[in-house]
């Protein structure tokens, strides 16, 4: 013990390095900041969690386009401790999506991002963006069939900005189809480029919380005003200030540990999300999704009225990165208090009750054909003729089923037919069918005349009255 | 300042143009060719080629399969991901029409269903129908079609870029 004492002495005389960390590690921090303050170092420790879990992946992964799904196979399912190292990684992930949300709203809340803390803000929603980029270069990284099919879903979307569009999506792809460049390159963006970026801008945003100090609890009788909140800050440290290690890191630490061991805790009870079929893209059966945090934009693409498409895409992010980005610079000074900014409360409910709603809508995707749709039953057909049933056949066969459902057996695409009869004439059915609508093709070319008029028999039997008859027996 | 040599404000600030300047040509000298690599791929132009997909007779007419072959750029670490399908239909007259698998909304993959004579995508809920014009759904385009052609009783289809908008 004196002998490491002694060699730590002997480095410190040479480095300086505790006169360098020490005051960094005491700086005064404004008193009873409490349990929201954790957020930030919590997403902290994650990324730390996905460097070091990430290093460890890599030493196992093979980034080449016809290997990469067997290296990974072998980590999943083969490898000591892979299934675990796969798991952090994923878990440790949604962990610093989520943490950096709540550490993002809670900026929000207590308007910390005023001044002058605004580029911490702005610094802090470059991460943000560097982080769903993560996010999504990683999920391909496991180039699996959904990994394939999200880079062509992302370099499509790529392809419809304006001008560079089709240069874009073919940097994406790293050449004219998903090949052999595709994977390496999103490889080096994952562990390189991003991180790299992610570094310096963490770096960045340690240092202006350094520079400017932890935010105060707000306080309503006290708006920021730019001109005297330095001196009124620095005053207030030394009136009432505590170092921040211990006094306020305790808290930082407890929760970032808490982190961590949910995060193994998680990986070891569910594991890493299984890979799903080879990266073949010619197998068709395929049905792409992202990650759960990009469910909800998932949704937000397939709600838009139909030409919308590229103005949103485009659109939507560079608006919403806009405004995110010039917050702090619009709104710099003024309350910070909550109980006087009711606009703010608003936007975020708007904001996290529109994610939260896509979200779910994204889980159900009620706009995805169901593919899997079974034959109706007799019991649910309840056929009272030759012609009915083979109506019921039809529907399955001719895909109508795979869009509507009857009884609760089939898609959600389009609306219920079970007791479609009680609010349509035949007539109307027919016409609808053979005419199509906004989202449903037009069967006139399709269905011959004996066809149709069985499935309009079908259809028309479906009233409730037939439905509690069919139930009953 | 002066003890640390006999600069004049003038000597400084051409020392520190000259200084700034060199650097960037130092990090234009390696930046440079870091730059085109990576960028590479956007001028590489990759030829089309022909690739047969089967015989004209094995089709039948009036149907659509999915046909598989090997994308222009392939390289051999690319494993099965040079593969690309289309749909071929032969047309009743004999004629082929091979469309891309890929949605013209977000590029997933279609698929056709025999019986309804229909393509559904199962990402949005596309469709269209058997000849490739949009039936219902997002979907801006008709399916993306290939070149095909019939070659010494082969039908053969020219390799073509990923679909995008």
Do not use: M
């Given at each position: 013990m004196r002998l490491l004492r002694k060699a730590w002495d002997w480095f410190d005389a040479r480095t300086d390095a505790s006169k360098v960390i020490g005051p960094i590690m005491r700086h005064p921090a404004p008193p009873r900041t409490g349990w929201m303050y954790v957020f930030g170092s919590a997403t902290l420790v994650t990324f730390l969690i996905q460097v070091v879990t990430g290093i460890a992946l890599a030493t196992a992964y093979i980034s080449s386009a016809g290997q990469a799904y067997e290296s990974l196979q072998w980590i999943t399912h083969k490898a000591l401790l892979g299934n675990l190292l796969r798991g952090m990684h994923y878990f440790g992930a949604s962990a610093m999506v989520l943490l950096l949300g709540i550490h993002m709203i809670r900026t929000f809340l207590t308007g910390s991002y005023k001044f002058p803390r605004e580029l911490n803000w702005v610094v802090g929603v470059m991460l943000l963006g560097l982080t769903i980029l993560m996010g999504f270069t990683g999920q391909l990284l496991r180039w699996d069939q959904n990994g394939v099919w999200s880079t062509i879903v992302a370099a499509e979307q790529a392809g419809r900005v304006p001008l560079i569009g089709p240069w874009l999506a073919r940097f994406l792809m790293g050449g004219q189809t998903v090949g052999g460049a595709t994977l390496s390159r999103f490889f080096a963006y994952h562990v390189f480029f991003i991180p790299a970026l992610i570094f310096a801008m963490i770096g960045l945003h340690l240092a202006l919380v350094l520079r400017h100090g932890i935010s105060e609890k707000p306080c309503a009788s006290r708006p920021v005003d730019p001109k005297t909140y330095r001196s009124w800050y620095e005053a207030m440290l030394k009136r009432e200030g505590v170092p921040f290690w211990p006094d306020a890191a305790w808290r930082d630490v407890v929760f970032g540990v808490f982190a961590v061991a949910c995060v193994v805790f998680l990986a070891w009870h569910f594991g890493p999300p299984e890979l799903t079929k080879p990266p073949d893209p010619t197998i068709i059966q395929a049905d792409p999704r992202p990650d759960w945090y990009l469910l909800w934009y998932f949704a937000v693409l397939a709600q838009l009225p139909h030409g919308t498409?590229?103005?949103?895409?485009?659109?939507?992010?560079?608006?919403?990165?806009?405004?995110?980005?010039?917050?702090?610079?619009?709104?710099?000074?003024?309350?910070?208090?909550?109980?006087?900014?009711?606009?703010?409360?608003?936007?975020?409910?708007?904001?996290?009750?529109?994610?939260?709603?896509?979200?779910?809508?994204?889980?159900?995707?009620?706009?995805?054909?169901?593919?899997?749709?079974?034959?109706?039953?007799?019991?649910?057909?309840?056929?009272?003729?030759?012609?009915?049933?083979?109506g019921a056949e039809l529907f399955h066969a001719k895909g109508c089923q795979f869009c509507h459902a009857i009884a609760g057996s089939g898609g959600q695409r389009g609306p219920d037919l079970t007791t479609v009869a009680d609010r349509l004439t035949d007539q109307q059915i027919t016409l609808r069918i053979l005419n199509g609508g906004y989202n449903m093709p037009s069967f006139a070319s399709i269905l011959k005349p004996a066809e149709l008029s069985a499935l309009v028999a079908f259809l028309n039997s479906r009233t409730l009255a037939a439905q509690a008859g069919g139930t009953e027996k | 300042m002066s003890e640390l040599g006999e600069s004049s404000p003038e000597r400084r600030k051409l020392l520190t143009i000259l200084s700034v300047g060199l650097g960037c040509v130092g990090a234009a000298l390696v930046g440079l060719p870091v730059v085109g690599f990576l960028l590479a791929p956007l001028f590489e132009r990759v030829a089309s080629k022909w690739r047969g997909v089967g015989?004209?007779?094995?089709?039948?007419?009036?149907?659509?399969?999915?046909?598989?072959?090997?994308?222009?750029?392939?390289?051999?670490?690319?494993?099965?991901?040079?593969?690309?399908?289309?749909?071929?239909?032969?047309?009743?007259?004999?004629?082929?029409?091979?469309?891309?698998?890929?949605?013209?909304?977000?590029?997933?993959?279609?698929?056709?269903?025999?019986?309804a004579d229909l393509f559904m995508c199962p990402c949005h809920g596309g469709v269209y129908y058997k000849d490739g014009t949009v039936a219902a759904g997002p979907p801006p385009r008709p399916l993306t079609k290939y070149p095909v052609r019939v070659r010494d009783g082969q039908v053969e289809i020219l390799t073509m870029p990923t679909p995008i908008a």
């Open positions: 498409e590229t103005y949103v895409i485009v659109g939507a992010p560079l608006v919403f990165g806009i405004c995110l980005l010039i917050l702090p610079l619009v709104f710099n000074r003024g309350q910070r208090a909550l109980s006087r900014r009711p606009w703010a409360i608003a936007s975020l409910v708007i904001i996290i009750t529109s994610i939260g709603a896509l979200w779910i809508e994204g889980l159900r995707s009620p706009w995805s054909p169901d593919f899997n749709a079974k034959p109706l039953t007799p019991g649910v057909v309840h056929a009272a003729s030759a012609e009915i049933s083979q | 015989t004209a007779d094995s089709f039948r007419k009036g149907e659509t399969v999915e046909v598989k072959f090997e994308d222009a750029s392939s390289v051999s670490w690319a494993g099965v991901t040079d593969q690309t399908a289309a749909w071929l239909r032969c047309e009743p007259d004999g004629q082929f029409v091979a469309f891309a698998i890929n949605c013209t909304h977000l590029g997933c993959p279609v698929r056709w269903l025999q019986e």
